[in-house]
């Protein structure tokens, strides 16, 4: 089962993806962790990769997709990945299509958990962050017993720059102008599934499921 998330900054994709990978036991795939691994192991990919990440260049798409094929390799991808974070553009699909069809593959689900940009910037504007240790609250989902103080360390929390609503405003103009194009190509090639991500994090879940099969 080839599956590849889809969704706005915020919109809660990356916690599917773990339960996800959890239940049908295949691995949760991000780009930044294939990244770090290729630079960390030094292999010839990941040398290729830092010398553009050094000069603070995006990686070309190519090169992503051939870390990602080769990610694919593994033992652990032998009944599919959660791809999270991959594609971003329409080109990047087109490359991660003709990779797969190459080798007789295709994706099976693109799942797009949608969730409107008000709730986003309500939701992301209500993070918290502690300096000290880095724990992550929400002071109206998960708020900490004393308001502004971490639970864990005793710390004070902060709002980060990432989750301001001007920075997270302009994250989703990105993101409609690039990725939105995404859910009508997956759309034409008839693997789109589209959650209501508003839900509780349970139901979403459950409907995620019901489009996957248990």
């Known amino acids: 089962m080839k599956i590849i998330m889809l969704g706005a900054p915020g919109a809660g994709k990356g916690t599917q993806a773990k339960k996800i990978a959890a239940k049908y036991g295949i691995p949760h ?15 010839e990919l990941g040398q290729k990769a830092k010398t553009y990440m050094d000069k603070g260049e995006l990686v070309p798409d190519e090169l992503v997709v051939d870390l990602i094929m080769d990610r694919f390799k593994e033992a652990d991808c032998a009944n599919g990945y959660v791809l999270d974070g991959f594609p971003r553009t329409i080109p990047q699909a087109e490359a991660l299509d003709k990779a797969l069809k190459a080798q007789g593959e295709a994706v099976d689900f693109a799942i797009n958990v949608e969730v409107p940009d008000e709730n986003i910037i309500n939701r992301m504007s209500g993070r918290r ?3 000290g240790c880095g724990a992550t609250y929400h002071i109206e989902f998960n708020p900490t017993k004393v308001e502004g103080v971490c639970d864990a ?8 720059d990432d989750d301001k609503p001007e ?15 995404l859910i009508d190509y997956y759309a034409k090639a008839d ?11 349970e139901k979403v879940f459950s409907d995620i499921v019901n489009v996957l099969g248990a």
């Open 29 to 43: 795939i991000s780009t930044g962790d294939i990244f770090r691994a290729n630079i960390k192991n030094n292999t």
């Open 153 to 160: 360390c005793g710390e004070k929390l902060i709002l980060r």
């Open 191 to 201: 693997v789109l599934a589209e959650v209501d991500g508003t839900q509780d994090m």
């Open 167 to 181: 920075t997270v405003k302009n994250r989703l103009s990105v993101y409609h102008e690039q990725t939105q194009p």
């Open 129 to 131: 962050a502690c300096v």
